[in-house]
């Protein structure tokens, strides 16, 4: 019994991230630290694929949230952009992520260079136009390999 079959035409060729808006959600986020030792939380966002838009299932990475008062502003932004009422107060930088965390989002992506490589950077947010994905997903017994 085999567990992979290889599958041309499944291959995808990659695909850049043009500038623009879609349709995402909070995908993961992660707790770190800056270079300059400042506490950050670093966010991931996935193009939403069940939205009629380029790049659905791709990856926005790395969104440095900084936790400074000259970057408050971005903590705020993204809060109101997913609907985070106003007012509601948070005991740490994770309870404001776990709060997030898949929640819709229409982000605003430009680009920046690296290393002579073009990425994907979220240089805004909105609310979503769209309702959030549905959770509903039910997997029978019979419907895992294993």
Not at 74 to 101: C, H, M, N
């Amino acid at each position: 019994m085999s567990v992979f079959k290889v599958d041309y035409s499944k291959a995808a060729e990659f695909q850049e991230i043009e500038p623009g808006e879609y349709e995402a959600i909070v995908h993961s986020y992660e707790m770190k630290q800056s270079s300059s030792k400042k506490n950050m939380v670093v966010v991931d966002y996935e193009i939403r694929d069940d939205v009629d838009q380029p790049c659905g299932g791709m990856k926005v990475r790395f969104d440095n949230f900084v936790v400074s008062e000259n970057t408050e502003w971005r903590f705020q932004a993204l809060s109101k952009a997913v609907g985070v009422p106003e007012g509601t107060p948070f005991s740490s930088y994770k309870e404001w992520a776990d709060t997030i965390i898949n929640q819709p989002v229409l982000l605003i992506v430009g680009t920046r260079e690296h290393n002579g490589r073009k990425y994907a950077q979220v240089k805004g947010f909105k609310p979503s136009n769209v309702a959030p994905p549905e959770d509903d997903i039910s997997i029978g017994e019979d419907e895992t390999p294993f």
